[in-house]
């Protein structure tokens, strides 16, 4: 059985105060009722440390909405200006981190090589990277779609050994659907998520089956009932509908 899984990815989204706002609109709302989903949110680096001590503050026992990072860096400490290490980011709590966005890959040059660290580093720090693949409007377009993809994937998470493979998250955001309110169809998503289940077989068997791959691309209420009801879909990462109570709680809903 796959873990069910929602994440938020607020972007360079919000002040603190409105961070704080949301988070207590969200633990009020998913007060509300139980569910087997793991909610994430992943808040700006200078955040986290005021979400996490709310999300405790809230969760003394049981936790129920988990905190990610949107990045990290690619070394461990030291003359890296600017920054944020994986350690840095499990003195905050941190549980996760999205690694390898295509808004990072396209906008901040990041390559295969560095994700690859920035992998190994956050597994070594008990963090999960929710890693992000997804393919430009043109090369769907050329019918690209599933050798880009592929390509992301060997390049950096088939050097993983099958443990590390085991702990990984994968986000399908394809980039045409990323803020643009054109989210891909059910069938798309489900073909290519069937697709990138296959890729990690290939490599890794049967651990191809416990890897959770998260939908992402204006991904909202109105269709994420039916994104999420493709197999091969277990969850979403969402970003404008994340930034808004009850929208994202809706979408947890969806399941
Ligand atoms: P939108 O949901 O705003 O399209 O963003 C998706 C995304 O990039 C999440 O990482």
New binding site residues.
Partial sequence: MRKKIVAG?W?MNTTIKEAEVLVKDLTALVDEFDTDVDIIVCPPFTHLDSVARLLAKQYDEKEKIYLGAQNCADHTSGAYTGEVSVNMLKSVNCKYV?LG???RREYYHENSASLYEKIELALNAGIIPIF?VGEKLEERESNRHFEVVAEQIKDVLYRLKGAEMSKIII?Y?PVW????GKTATSEQAEEMHAYIRKVVADKFGDVADIVPILY?????PSNAQEIFSKPNVDGG??????LVAKDFVDIVKSF
């Fill in positions: 990815n972007k999205i966005h295509s808004e992000c986000a955001e659907a990323i803020g643009t992402g691309g204006s991904c909202k990462l969402i970003g404008g509908a994340s």
